[in-house]
């Protein structure tokens, strides 16, 4: 047997697996069998199949199934973390409505790129100022929780539809796509601008002496300007998708130094808990931001990053 010979291909490399087959039909025992398995990296991450195959192809398969299903269980975990929040900076009061603003659209949106039938809302008042709605979707009935209007109704209904896809793999990381291309993950522009805060108080007046009239409930309106020592972080950078660049553009512009981040990653509490869990602080103008905990590095420093911004605000 001619261990030089080299493979079909012409790349140059000994074609050992002809050469083993060869083995094993000279030898008269069965034939080489191959089982195989994958790692798929994607952003930094590794994703290992788990299971063994008899070819390749299944290897990839089953490792891009398991990256596409952690995706989607991190795309849901993040989305939770923002959609749920409601973040105020204090002097320039800037509003970030996430929550459910375009909740119909990106429904919308993935009903069409799903070529699914658009969903139907049926809206219900059910007291003098609150509605609720529920929609038929993909052959299931989603309940939204009550609010004041019926816009609002019908968008958190959207919403829980949404917060359903998230949860699966395939259908999750199609509308994770919409997410990114709405820039809800990493830009403002659902930030709403209040130009003034404005605070009303209340002021009992008794009656006129001689009138028929009670007393009265006056209310006065208070314009609250924003603080005057520092200039505001503009209302671009709350995301945290990009808090950090923000925060280092802004350091660099007040002559203050570079924040540095420090990021650890917390042990597990129970059993159960078994994905890795950041959380990272920083130094920023003499003061030590802590952001809340994140699943990747990156965004537990982007959140650390919001803190110092929020402060800063």
């Known amino acids: 047997m001619d261990q030089n010979q080299c493979s079909s291909s012409g790349s140059g490399v000994p074609d050992y697996k002809n050469h083993l087959n060869t083995y094993a039909q000279q030898s008269a025992i069965p034939s080489p069998v191959y089982e195989y398995t994958c790692t798929v990296y994607l952003d930094g991450e590794a994703y290992r199949s788990v299971n063994t195959f008899g070819n390749p192809e299944d290897a990839e398969q089953d490792a891009s199934k398991l990256a596409l299903e952690s995706i989607a269980k991190k795309v849901k975990e993040e989305c939770i973390i923002i959609g749920h929040a409601f973040y105020h900076s204090k002097s320039s009061c800037l509003f970030l409505i996430f929550d459910s603003m ?16 658009i969903p139907t809302y049926i809206t219900t008042q ?40 998230l949860g699966t793999s395939g259908p999750g990381t199609y ?36 009138s028929n009239c009670g007393g009265s409930i006056r209310r006065r309106k208070q314009i609250l300007n924003p603080s005057p ?40 509490t129970t059993q159960v808990e078994r994905l890795r869990v950041f959380i990272s602080s920083l130094v920023f103008d003499g003061k030590t931001y802590t952001g809340s905990p994140a699943r990747r590095k990156k965004l537990a420093e982007q959140l650390a990053a919001r803190e110092a911004i929020n402060s800063v605000g």
């Open 126 to 165: 059910i007291e003098l100022h609150d509605f609720i709605s529920s929609l038929a979707f993909d052959g299931k009935t989603y309940m939204g929780h009550r609010a004041r209007s019926k816009q609002d109704a019908e968008r958190l209904a959207a919403r829980e539809v949404i917060m359903s896809i």
């Open 229 to 268: 020592r520092r200039p505001p972080v503009s209302k671009t950078y709350l995301a945290p998708a990009n808090s950090k660049s923000i925060l280092h553009q802004y350091a660099v512009r007040m002559n203050l130094p570079i924040p540095t981040y420090t990021t650890t990653q917390l042990e597990p």
């Open 175 to 210: 509308l994770s796509e919409i997410f990114r291309s709405e820039s809800m993950l990493s830009n403002a522009s659902h930030i709403v601008e209040v130009p003034q805060a404005v605070q009303y108080t209340y002021m009992a007046t008794g009656a006129s002496p001689g």
């Open 102 to 117: 375009c909740c119909k659209s990106i429904l919308n949106r993935y009903a069409a790129k799903m070529e699914l039938p």
